[in-house]
């Protein structure tokens, strides 16, 4: 009996593919995990129901927490959005990536990235890098002496 090694002649090629690992545990994996525990269990003492009982309620209240997680981070971004259109027209202080300083009327608004970009004399300044927000004063209006 004649034992070929394992390799490009052997006929069985070599996969590229690599499997990549999962980072979060969503539903899905909660339910494959349950499937694989009813699949491999002792049919002399299976799983009791109260356990199943639980693991259900688990995978619900998960569910749950993620709904409740995205609509919080979809709250929080409204509000940047917000507050980025709210300061255009004001005087701005910020910092610089470097550190320093710089200030000047903010112009425009652009939401194209995760946190808004305010523009400031040219400057592309990201909302969460302003450190001061002063409204200019309007003709006529009162001043403090």
Not at 26 to 33: E, G, Q, R
Not at 112 to 137: E, F, N, R, W
């Amino acid at each position: 009996m004649t034992v070929e090694a394992l390799g490009a002649t052997s006929g069985i090629q070599a996969g590229t593919t690599t499997r990549q690992p999962v980072q979060s545990l969503d539903s899905d994996v909660f339910m494959k995990l349950l499937v694989t525990q009813l699949k491999y269990q002792d049919p002399g003492a299976p799983m009791d129901t109260n356990q199943m009982m639980a693991q259900s309620v688990q995978l619900s209240m998960m569910e749950k927490m993620t709904e409740l997680s995205t609509g919080a981070k979809e709250s929080f971004s409204l509000q940047m959005r917000t507050a980025a259109a709210q300061i255009v027209g004001s005087e701005v202080s910020y910092l610089l990536p470097d550190g320093t300083e710089g200030s000047g009327v903010a112009t425009s608004v652009s939401f194209a990235t995760g946190v808004p970009v305010v523009t400031v004399g040219g400057s592309k300044v990201p909302l969460d890098s302003i450190s001061g927000i002063s409204v200019p004063a309007t003709p006529g209006s009162l001043t403090p002496s």
